[in-house]
């Protein structure tokens, strides 16, 4: 029997902190072009979604991002694929035409189609955040990734990242939203 289905919750009002990890922990973000992939991807998503981007991270191997939706009724998992889809498929038909010995890494049989994933299976890591303090403190973690793993010294010196804009008004490659003064503490 399969692993059952992670339950999303589209409840009015939340906030999601969303995980995302490249198929088998590669290093798929490391390069600009994939990174400007993910953020072209998140701006269409926005723009068709209607949600709020109010922290992100983009790590080697996984990105991790605050959404808030800004209508009652959404999809939670249709905003998810509406960022990993396109970049999945910009990378694997980059992959084709550039480095077609990485497709092997990136295939695998799945019933009787062949499949090829830039992301791990599954829809992530989702978590509602509903109090001002637990999303403070989720943005926190997502800010200090960079420094734990030794890629800065500070976390607004993370290039992809929204610690610059949100700690030191400085400027983010995927522009955030400023959060609403009711979620902060």
Known sequence: MGKPHRRNFNDPGHAHELTFTCYRGFRFLTRDRSRRWLANAIAAA????????WAYVIMPEHVHMVVH???AEYDISAIRKA???PVGSAAIAWLETNAPEWLPRVTRQRGGRTERIFWQSGGGYDRNIIEPDTLMSMIDYMHANPL???LVERAPEREWSSASFLLDGGESPIPVDRIPPEWVP
């Open 83 to 85: 960022i990993k889809a």
């Open 148 to 150: 734990r793993r030794g």
């Open 46 to 53: 926005r723009e068709t979604w209607r949600f709020d981007l």
């Open 69 to 71: 939706p800004r209508e």
